[in-house]
Each structure stands twice: as structure tokens, then as C-alpha cells.
């Protein structure tokens, strides 16, 4: 293994370890960014590309007084380069930041690779490295050896959930005569929506809650992350959760019948080209034939080819509450970073987010300087505080949400007007943290707007 000890080594090359090793090589400190891809796959990567995205390709919502548009802008003025390359590489998305898969994992291969203090090392590392700091971002599909080490490191078992994806579809095979352009609340039609009749949907959920899944292994427990649960699981919650849920009809309107639909399943284009389209919603774990046969009952679906099924996958993390500060440091050995889904953080901007920290904190360690905890009212310390102050016999992921940031000091009943003042709160504390320590300060998206 190459080393320098005026280096960071960082291991992962997903989104959260190529923020992390951009964040380092901008501050002046080289980095040697470990990516085990080409030579060891995972069961959810395809590609050898860096930040490749595994599941959905879109990154939530772009619109600042949304939690997931507050984090973006955050990371806009601390010099993102997974949000620099994202707003590169998007697509139309109704309000939310989506993205050509491919382009967009291009941009940030190049940027990294391209970095004249960024050395990528295509290894596999099955142990933490010593005597030197790191930062260990291998998401949640860490290789067993090194996954093993972090687990004798720590002392505690992990926690793990599992985590379910969309199929994808050609666009070739889609009847458009049965479905409609729209978005809920946006002009843009951003999404293909495939309407549904009652009678249409009570045989869609029929079939769907009798379809034959797959199931983990015996000596595994089932625990799904609330925010990506199988659509299976949702429809067996009861037979309106759907159509209430990720097929609720508000705000569209079918211009064949000018009427509301009972139901409505949305695809959105997974790249500029729109050959092809995910599913909105339909993470899953059913097996693949039952997939193709149950997915066909929705309109326009019925002869649908799918370019790829849906599948589950063992998300693991650690137990952060017991082993990280909120720098990400751990606990026992201030040298050593974590970041990713491996912390805790749920969801791609969020797992971007804490490489960020982790990697200026990592910058600063080498350059003996405090690290850094990002105040508690901003969207990025607000995800720091809760991996690392949670119940840690309760601990579970987390995307990020205004349930997140402290309460404002005035109660506010209207929500939309509470969401703007922590906004705004949330942008001023930053601004003053940045001036504060001297951090660069790069433009956002919507200077002068709070």
C-alpha cells in the first residue's frame, strides 16, 4: 500500500469519499484515494467509475425551502464537488436535483482523477491503515476483511438495514398513448405518469401484495430504512397506502378524462437522451419474474422491457453514537475518519455532506489545526449532531430534515413560514462559521434570496 505522511489516505471511491478527497487536495494536502473497483465489484455497482450511483439517479429536492434543497446550497458555499458536477450533469426534474447517471460519474471521475494532488489507487484494502490519517467512506457495501477490521476496531456489532432499488424500463417499450407529461407541484412536466382507474389499481395491489419476494438469509434480519421500504411492503400496510403514498394522484390531471386519477405511477428519465425510465417509488424486493409480470399490470407498462430489475441489498453502518465525534473523528483514534452511509447519514447529498466535513477536518488534523464542528442550526451539523448524540440502541439512518435543526426561538405556526426562517437561519450561521475559520466561500444557487 502507498503512503506518504504528508498524505490522507481515503478509501471509497463513492460519493462520499471522492467529496472527501476533493475537500482534502483543495486545502493543499495530498490524498491516496483507494477504490476497489475494477478489481473487486459489488452486487449494486456496474461501472469502474467513481460516484457512481446505485440507485435512484436523483438527488431530492433542488428547491431551497426544502431540507434536501437546504443541503445543497450548504454544500454549494463550501465547494461541493458532488453538487458542482450534479448541477452539471442534471436533467429536468420537476423541482428536484436529477442527473444523468452516466455524465454525472464521468464529471467527478474526471475532477478527481485530474486533481494534480489526487493519486487514485485501484486496490482493494482489507485493512485500516496506521500511522497515517484516513478517512474510510466504503459505503455500504464495505468489503467483509475490512468491515471485519472496523468491527474489531469499534468493539460493537454493526447495525444494518436493507435497501431496496427501482427497475428501469425502455423507453421504446412504453405505450405513451395511456399516459401524460406532469409534475405535482411544478409546471415543468418533469414525469411520466401512468394513471389508474380504482379497478386498475385494486388488481395492481392485489397482485402486488401476493407476489413471491426474495428472502434475505436466515441468520439475517429484515429491517428496511423507512425512507427506501419496498413498494411490496408499503401495499401491505393496507390498500389505500399507495394511492396515498408514492401513487397519490394530487395535483395531476389526466387531459384524456380532464379528471383526477385514482392513482398514478410517475417515471422520470434516467438520462438526457429519456431512453430510459425509473420507476418512481417502486423500490423492490420482489423476484425478477414477478417484477415483469406484476409491474406490467400499469398502464402503459404492458409490454414494458426492463433494462433493469429491481433488487435488495445489506446496507451496513456503525454504530456512530458510540464511536464518532460530530468531526467525524473516531473516538478512540483521532486520525481516523468515517464518512458515507457507513456513519449513518441516509441518502446520496447526505453521504456527500459528511465526506465533506470529514475530509477538511482530515485536511486540518495533517495541517494541526482543531477540526471542526459545523453549527448545529445548519442542515450539515444538524446531520453530524444526530449521528453522533442518537440513542445508540435506537440508532438508525437518517436522511436529513427539519426535524433535524433545532427549534427556532419564537414559536411560528405556519410551517411554510418556520421552514424559511430555519432556512435563513441555517444560511446566516454558515456564512458566519465560514468568515469565522477562514474557509473558502464559493456561490450559491440562491445568493441574496435569505
Request: hydrophobic share 40%; glycine share 8%.
Amino acid at each position: 500500500m502507498l503512503s506518504s505522511s504528508k498524505s490522507v489516505i481515503v478509501v471509497g471511491g463513492g460519493l462520499a469519499g471522492c467529496e472527501a478527497a476533493w475537500q482534502i487536495a483543495q486545502s493543499g494536502v495530498s490524498v491516496l484515494l483507494y477504490e476497489m473497483r475494477p478489481r473487486v465489484m459489488t452486487p449494486a455497482h456496474k461501472t469502474d467509475k467513481l460516484a457512481e450511483l446505485v440507485c435512484s439517479n436523483s438527488l431530492r429536492s433542488d428547491l431551497i425551502d426544502k431540507p434536501a434543497g437546504l443541503l445543497k446550497e450548504e454544500m454549494r458555499r463550501l465547494g461541493s464537488i458532488i453538487i458542482r458536477c450534479a448541477d452539471q450533469a442534471s436533467l429536468p426534474g420537476g423541482g428536484a436535483l436529477t442527473v444523468d447517471r452516466e455524465k454525472f460519474a464521468q464529471l467527478v471521475t474526471e475532477a478527481i482523477e485530474n486533481h494534480p494532488l489526487i493519486k487514485v489507487v485501484r486496490e482493494v484494502v482489507t485493512k485500516i491503515p496506521e500511522r497515517q490519517p484516513v478517512v474510510i467512506a466504503t459505503g455500504p457495501l464495505t468489503h467483509d476483511s475490512l468491515a471485519e477490521e472496523i468491527r474489531r476496531l469499534i468493539g460493537y456489532d454493526f447495525l444494518y438495514f436493507y435497501d431496496a432499488v427501482s427497475p428501469i424500463v425502455d423507453a421504446e417499450t412504453i405505450d405513451y398513448s395511456k399516459c401524460f407529461w406532469g409534475s405535482r407541484y411544478q409546471d415543468e412536466p418533469a414525469y411520466l405518469n401512468c394513471p389508474m382507474t380504482e379497478e386498475e389499481y385494486r388488481r395492481f395491489w392485489e397482485e402486488l401484495v401476493a407476489a413471491e419476494q426474495h428472502e434475505p438469509h436466515e441468520f439475517e434480519k429484515g429491517i428496511f430504512f423507512e425512507g427506501c421500504l419496498p413498494i411490496e411492503e408499503m401495499a401491505k400496510r393496507g390498500y389505500l397506502t399507495l394511492a396515498y403514498g408514492p401513487l397519490r394522484p394530487t395535483g395531476l390531471i389526466d387531459p384524456r378524462t380532464k379528471k383526477r386519477p385514482f392513482a398514478v405511477v410517475q417515471l422520470r428519465p434516467e438520462n438526457a437522451e429519456m431512453t430510459m425510465f425509473n420507476l418512481v417509488g417502486f423500490q423492490t424486493s420482489l423476484k425478477w419474474s414477478e417484477q415483469k409480470r406484476v409491474f406490467r399490470l400499469i398502464p402503459g407498462l404492458e409490454n414494458a422491457e426492463f433494462l433493469r430489475y429491481g433488487y435488495i441489498h445489506r446496507n451496513t453502518y456503525i454504530n456512530s453514537p458510540v464511536a464518532l465525534k460530530p468531526t467525524y473523528q473516531f473516538k478512540g483514534r483521532d486520525d481516523l475518519f468515517f464518512a458515507g452511509q457507513l456513519t449513518g447519514v441516509e441518502g446520496y447529498i447526505e453521504s456527500a455532506a459528511s465526506g465533506l466535513v470529514a475530509g477538511i477536518n482530515a485536511a486540518r488534523f495533517v495541517r494541526g489545526e482543531e477540526p471542526l464542528v459545523f453549527p448545529a442550526e445548519t442542515a450539515i451539523g444538524s446531520l453530524a449532531h444526530y449521528i453522533t448524540t442518537a440513542n445508540p440502541k435506537h440508532f438508525a439512518p437518517m436522511n436529513i430534515n427539519f426535524g433535524l435543526l433545532p427549534p427556532l426561538e419564537r414559536k411560528v405556526r405556519s410551517k411554510e413560514l418556520r421552514h424559511r426562517l430555519m432556512v435563513a437561519r441555517a444560511l446566516g450561521k454558515l456564512d458566519e462559521f465560514i468568515n469565522r475559520q477562514k474557509l473558502p466561500r464559493f456561490s450559491g444557487k440562491y445568493e441574496g434570496q435569505f
